[in-house]
């Protein structure tokens, strides 16, 4: 007897992972998220604006 059975999570228990919902609930995902999604527009309103600028003659080229 070794005193591991398969549902004490010893060497044959299934190991499994989080869910999508457990995912949801953690704050480190959603400041991730917020991190990538202000970045995102940052880098699109940038290119906008240079556009913008190009487009008017305000930059030459």
Known sequence: MTGTTEDDGG?????????????????????????????LVCCCSAVVGTLVALSAGLLSV
């Open 11 to 39: 060497p044959g228990g299934e190991v499994r992972r989080p869910g999508i919902a457990v995912l949801a609930r953690d704050r480190r995902v959603w400041l991730i998220l917020a991190v990538v999604a202000g970045l």
